[in-house]
Structure formats: structure tokens, C-alpha cells
């Protein structure tokens, strides 16, 4: 390897040293969430902030990293980044109300979301065109994997320990990154102009999506025409029109509408927004639908999702590599296609669908997204000619935005089609049904001859009857969800066909 192939992995490796310390903070506090609640009397909806709060500060402030690096050189906003991410982290571990838990969520998101759309402007501005998709596949791997290892780090930490440490649990790795960003990073360019943050346009957005989140969160609890969830939303929608207005007429946008007049740009855009949406939302799918469904230990849930680790460490840097060699449409229609099947797979799932059948199906899943996102970022940036700074924080903003919302949809509709199937299962659920009676009377037959009491057999065969009656409809409700997300891929497979071939980019943009 030449000397300045070996710089530029270095600095993708100081990049993803960093991202692995704060993106995996999106998910460790979350399992901590019942101790914090527990500690400080929090509501649900006081706790859910403890995520929303993250998710909106790192989505907005990855439209602040192009200015950052503008403004400073990516070496001294890296280093401030993570000095803010561990600022953060020390802030929610030292706090004495849920204010301060606030607060810090909110740092250690801003810390994550400057850092994240830096490795993807070193790819294109420091790699040869050949070399970019691996480069990509490598760095992605690292960013779409550390959640996932989350919610297993925080309850190893809260089980050992105690919830506050897991805010300050990766701070060493962050600390451990500002040195070698420091001495491996490029510093500020000495004919650099000046920069303007557009702060407007970052409020509005980071606004717009936490009480996106939050409505959806309260409508799911108290019902979609509560005054409380229809004025979160209106004010949503407001917000973020508000956001797309200024955009259009602000000298030095966050989000530059130059971007989406490019139709290759929009329609890869669209993908990667997609693929962010598929990726959280089946991660938060998939462990809840093993353990509540077919009552699978916490541990043979992780057993499930190890073939789909392996499949996507595999998948993400060959598909990489691959669409440096190859037209990456194919590529992309192809990841498209397989994630979209894998949940169809899923939605055939049942009570004793076997476990290899779960992890295959699984495995599938995640095979198809490593081979979506590396050439959905390719294509993206190779659109992006001229305004590759700008264009690579747009991605990941992309990318994160449909994280954060798959997930509140995929959490909405679960809710509300368990809702649906348990009232259409209601009307059977009466002495009317010749079959219902049946039922209740073999089982209080059975209970009988185990010694129980006649007087309590009756009640527990009705309750058993209801638990399996909840059972059918929680089923129902996973497979509408997993037929919902296989649906949709497969309808936009497609879409990675009109996206224009291979063009040359720009090295700086």
C-alpha cells in the first residue's frame, strides 16, 4: 500500500473510531431507560425525550458538518465534536434532574452528528474513483453496526454497574480519537474562505423532527385525535415547510436545494432515506417479534441476528467494492429486491417457525441492505459534482432521518394493527361462540384434573383463552408489519434502474 493510500485509510479509521463511540450511544441509553425512570419518577413520555432528544440533535447538527469543516478543518471539528460528545456524556452521568439527562442527550448527539458525513467527504475527496465504494462499504459498516451492539453494551453496563454509566460507557473511545485526529486529520486550509452556519435552518429541522417523533410517540399512547398528538404534528408539518422555505432563499443552506434539482441525486437520495427507514426499523422489529412471538430468550434473540451481523460485515465492503467495478444500479436493484423478499419471508413467520428459517430470513435482510447502501452513497455523490461538501452531510442526513422515523412508524403501525386484530377478534371472544365454549370447557376439564378448583377453573380457562387471544393478535400485527417493509422495497427496487450510470465526479467539490 502506497503512503498516501495508508493516509487516507488512517483518517478513515480515526473517523470510524469516532462514530463507533457515539453512534453506539444512540442505543445504549435506551435499555437503561427503566432505571432513569425509575430514579428520577420520569413518565413515559419524559423518558422517550432521553431518545427523541439524540435522534434530532444528531440528524440536525450532520447539516452543520460541512460548515464545521469549512470553518475550522476537519481536524479541529472532529476534535471539538468529540470533546462536545464526551462533555455530553459527562453531563447526563452527573445529573440530578431529568433536565440535565436532557441536555446531555442533546450534546452527545450534536458530537455524533458532526462527526458522521466527515468520512464520506474524505472518500470523495481523497479517494480515486475506484477505491471510493470499498472505502464506503468499510465506513458504513462501522456506523450501521455500533447501534446495533447498543442495547447489549447498556445492559451488560446497567446489570454490572449502575444506568449512569452508560453515558460515559465509549467516552474513552472518543478520547482516544482526538490525539490521532490531531496528528492524522488534515487541518484548516490556509486559503479557506469564510463560512456561515445557516443556525435558522438547524433549529427548524431539529424542531420539526423531534416533535415528528414525539406526536407519533403520544398518538400511539392517547389516540391520533388527542389535542396533544394533532398539535405536535401540525406543528411538525409547519416547521418543517418553514425549514424548506428558508432553505430556498438562505445564501449558505444547511440543506442545499441545488442538491435535489438533480434527479440522480433525489432518486438515489430516496434510497438512502429508504434504507435507513429498513435498517432501524427491522432492527427494532426483528428482536421484539423472536421474543415476544415465538418466546425466545434475550440471549437465543441475539443467537438470531448473529448470522445477519456476519451477512452485512460481509455484504457491506464487497458491495462496496463491487459498484467501484460495476454499474451500481444492479447492485442496488439487486439489495433492494433481497430485503424486500427477506421480509415477505418474515411475514410468514409463526409461533414454531424453526430458528433457522428466523436467521436466514434475517441474514437475507441484511445481506440486501449491504448491498444498498455503499451504491446508494456512490451514486449519490457522483451526482453531487461541484457540491460534494454539501452533499455528503445531506446523505447521512438522509440516512438518519428515515432511521429515526422507521422506527416510530414501524412502532405506530405494530401498535395499531395489534389494536386492529384484537377488535376483530373480540366478537368470537363471547359465550355465544359454540366453539369459544368448547374451548373453555376441555381446558377446565384439564384444570380440574391438575387439582384446580372448579370455582377458579372457569376464570383461568377465560384468561387463558384472552392471553391466546393477544397472542394471534400481536402475530398478525409483526407479519403486517414485516409484509409492509417487504412490500415497499420491492416496489422501489425498480426505482434504482432510473438512476443515471456511472459518471465521473469531481475530486474536490
Same mark, same amino acid.
Given at each position: 500500500?502506497?503512503?498516501?493510500? @495508508? ?17 453506539? &450511544? ?14 428520577? =419518577?420520569? =413518565? ?10 439524540? !435522534?434530532?440533535?444528531? $440528524? ?12 475550522? +478543518? ?15 456524556? !459527562?453531563? =447526563? ?10 441536555? #446531555? ?19 470523495? @475527496? ?23 451492539? +447498543? ?18 460507557? @465509549?467516552?474513552? !473511545? ?31 429541522? /431539529?424542531?420539526?423532527?423531534?416533535? &415528528? /417523533?414525539?406526536?407519533?410517540?403520544? +398518538? ?9 398528538? &394533532? ?13 424548506? %422555505? ?12 441545488? *442538491?435535489?434539482?438533480?434527479? %440522480? ?74 430485503? #424486500? ?11 414454531? $417457525? ?13 445481506? +440486501? /441492505? ?38 416510530? *412508524? ?79 422495497? *420491492? ?14 465526479? $469531481?475530486?474536490? #467539490?
Amino acid at each position: 500500500m502506497s503512503e498516501r493510500a @495508508t493516509a487516507r485509510w488512517s483518517m478513515i479509521g480515526v473517523l470510524a473510531l469516532g462514530s463507533i463511540g457515539s453512534m453506539t &450511544t444512540a442505543t445504549t441509553v435506551n435499555v437503561a431507560l427503566p432505571s432513569i425512570s425509575g430514579a428520577f =419518577g420520569l =413518565g413515559q413520555e419524559e423518558a422517550q425525550w432521553l431518545s427523541t432528544a439524540f !435522534l434530532a440533535s444528531s $440528524t440536525g447538527f450532520m447539516l452543520l458538518s460541512g460548515w464545521a469543516v469549512a470553518a475550522a +478543518g476537519m481536524r479541529a471539528a472532529f476534535s471539538v465534536a468529540m470533546l462536545v460528545f464526551v462533555a455530553g456524556g !459527562l453531563c =447526563g452521568a452527573s445529573a440530578q434532574e431529568p433536565a440535565m439527562l436532557i441536555v #446531555g442527550r442533546v450534546m452527545q448527539g450534536a458530537g455524533a452528528g458532526l462527526i458522521q458525513p466527515m468520512a464520506v467527504l474524505v472518500i470523495f @475527496t481523497r479517494f480515486p474513483e475506484g477505491a471510493r465504494g470499498l472505502a464506503l462499504g468499510v465506513y458504513s459498516l462501522c456506523v450501521i453496526v455500533s447501534p446495533a451492539f +447498543g442495547p447489549a453494551v447498556g445492559g451488560v453496563l446497567v446489570d454490572a454497574f449502575d444506568w449512569r454509566v452508560v453515558f460515559v460507557a @465509549t467516552a474513552p !473511545l472518543g478520547l482516544a480519537a482526538i490525539p490521532l485526529a490531531m496528528s492524522i486529520l488534515p487541518p484548516r486550509a490556509a486559503d479557506a474562505g469564510k463560512a456561515k452556519a445557516d443556525w435558522v435552518g438547524i433549529a427548524l429541522v /431539529i424542531a420539526a423532527i423531534a416533535l &415528528t /417523533i414525539q406526536g407519533l410517540a403520544h +398518538g400511539r399512547r392517547e389516540g391520533w385525535d388527542d389535542a396533544g398528538t &394533532t398539535a405536535r404534528l401540525w406543528l411538525a408539518l409547519a416547521l418543517a415547510v418553514a425549514f424548506v %422555505g428558508w432553505e430556498a432563499r438562505h445564501p449558505a443552506p444547511a440543506l442545499d436545494p441545488r *442538491l435535489f434539482r438533480r434527479p %440522480g441525486f433525489a432518486l438515489a437520495g430516496l434510497t438512502i432515506f429508504a434504507s435507513g427507514a429498513a435498517i432501524y426499523a427491522s432492527t427494532f422489529l426483528a428482536p421484539m417479534f423472536v421474543q415476544a412471538v415465538q418466546h425466545y430468550s434475550p440471549t437465543a434473540a441475539g443467537e438470531a441476528l448473529i448470522p445477519a451481523g456476519i451477512a452485512m460485515a460481509v455484504c457491506f465492503p464487497l458491495a462496496g467494492r463491487l459498484s467501484d467495478h460495476t454499474d451500481a444500479r444492479l447492485l442496488l436493484c439487486a439489495g433492494l429486491a433481497l430485503f #424486500g423478499a427477506s421480509m415477505l419471508m418474515m411475514a410468514e413467520g409463526a409461533t414454531q $417457525t424453526e430458528f433457522a428459517a428466523v436467521a436466514t430470513a434475517l441474514a437475507l435482510g441484511r445481506a +440486501g /441492505i449491504g448491498m444498498t447502501m455503499p451504491p446508494a452513497n456512490a451514486l449519490a455523490m457522483r451526482q453531487a459534482a461541484g457540491l460534494l461538501a454539501q452533499a455528503a452531510p445531506a446523505a447521512t442526513f438522509l440516512s438518519q432521518t428515515g432511521g429515526a422515523l422507521g422506527v416510530a *412508524l414501524a412502532s405506530v403501525l405494530l401498535e395499531e394493527r395489534t389494536a386492529f386484530h384484537a377488535d376483530a377478534m373480540a366478537p368470537m371472544l363471547n359465550e355465544a361462540n359454540a366453539q369459544l365454549g368448547d374451548a373453555v370447557a376441555g381446558i377446565r376439564a384439564a384444570l380440574a384434573t391438575g387439582g384446580v378448583h372448579p370455582g377458579m377453573a372457569d376464570a383461568a380457562a377465560v384468561a387463558r383463552i384472552g392471553a391466546a387471544a393477544r397472542a394471534s393478535a400481536q402475530l398478525l400485527a409483526f407479519r403486517d408489519c414485516f409484509f409492509v417493509l417487504g412490500a415497499g422495497f *420491492l416496489a422501489l427496487a425498480p426505482v434504482a434502474i432510473l438512476l443515471p450510470g456511472r459518471v465521473r465526479a $469531481t475530486q474536490i #467539490g
